[in-house]
Antibody
Framework: QVQLQESGPGLVKPSETLSLTCTVS????????LTWLRQPAGEGLEWIGR???????TYNPSLKSRVTISADTSVNRFSLQVTSVTAADTAMYYC?????????WGQGTLVTVSS | DIQMTQSPSSLSASVGDRVAITCRAS??????LNWYQQKPGKAPKLLIS???TLQSGVPSRFSGIGTGTDFTLTISSLQPEDFATYYC?????????FGQGTKVEIK
C-alpha cells in the first residue's frame, strides 16, 4: 500500500516561498499521478495541482502563476512550491496519489503564513 | 471551473437513521464523481468513485447514485463512526473541484 508523508516548514513569512516535500513509500512515483491539495482551517478542500512523471504538471488557475510541482524519481519524492505567500495561503497541505480518484493521502502538514 | 454544490451543509441524525447527501454540478461531469469522508484532524478518505463504485473496505451501508449533474450519497443506517464531513469531487475537467462539504453530526 502506498504511503505518503509531507514535510517542510510549518511557518512561512509573508511574501516568501512555501516549500513542501512529499515522500512516497510502498510504490514508485513513476506509477502514479501525484497531487497536492490544501484545506484552510474549518473550510473545504482546494485542489492545487498534479503531475505525472512522463507529463507536464497541471495547476489550478487560481494559483497557477505562483505554484510549481516537481518530482524526483531518484528519491521517490515530489514537491510543492508556492511563491509570494500571504495569510490566505495558511492551510493544511496534503499530498496524495491519484487524479481521477485520490486513493492515498498523506496525513497533512499545517503551514502558517505569518511574520 | 465546474462548481460543485452540496446540500445540506450540515445535518443532525441519530444512529440507525438513513442519511442522504446531495451534490449538484454546474455542468455535466459524466461519471467522474467521487465521495470522500473526512474525520476531524484526519486526511480525507475515498469512499466512492465513479458515482457508485464502493472502495475496498468501505461498508456496504454507503452507496452512491446519480447521473450528469445530480448525485446522492446515502448511508443506509448511520453508525457512530460515520459522523464526519463528506465531500463530493468532480474529476471530469480541470481544475478538479470539491463541494463545500456536508457535516454529519449526532442528534
Amino acid at each position: 500500500q502506498v504511503q505518503l508523508q509531507e514535510s517542510g516548514p510549518g511557518l512561512v513569512k509573508p511574501s516568501e516561498t512555501l516549500s513542501l516535500t512529499c515522500t512516497v513509500s510502498g510504490g514508485s512515483i513513476t506509477n502514479y499521478y501525484l497531487t497536492w491539495l490544501r484545506q484552510p482551517a474549518g473550510e473545504g478542500l482546494e485542489w492545487i495541482g498534479r503531475t505525472y512523471i512522463n507529463g507536464s504538471p497541471t495547476y489550478n488557475p487560481s494559483l497557477k502563476s505562483r505554484v510549481t510541482i516537481s518530482a524526483d524519481t531518484s528519491v521517490n519524492r515530489f514537491s510543492l512550491q508556492v511563491t509570494s505567500v500571504t495569510a490566505a495561503d495558511t492551510a493544511m497541505y496534503y499530498c496524495a496519489s491519484g487524479d481521477i480518484k485520490i486513493d492515498y493521502w498523506g496525513q497533512g502538514t499545517l503551514v502558517t503564513v505569518s511574520s | 471551473d465546474i462548481q460543485m454544490t452540496q446540500s445540506p451543509s450540515s445535518l443532525s441524525a441519530s444512529v440507525g437513521d438513513r442519511v442522504a447527501i446531495t451534490c449538484r454540478a454546474s455542468q455535466s461531469v459524466s461519471a467522474y464523481l467521487n465521495w470522500y469522508q473526512q474525520k476531524p484532524g484526519k486526511a480525507p478518505k475515498l469512499l466512492i468513485s465513479a458515482i457508485s463504485t464502493l472502495q475496498s473496505g468501505v461498508p456496504s451501508r454507503f452507496s452512491g447514485i446519480g447521473t450528469g449533474t445530480d448525485f446522492t450519497l446515502t448511508i443506509s443506517s448511520l453508525q457512530p463512526e460515520d459522523f464526519a464531513t463528506y465531500y463530493c469531487q468532480q474529476t471530469y475537467s480541470m481544475p478538479r473541484t470539491f463541494g463545500q462539504g456536508t457535516k454529519v453530526e449526532i442528534k
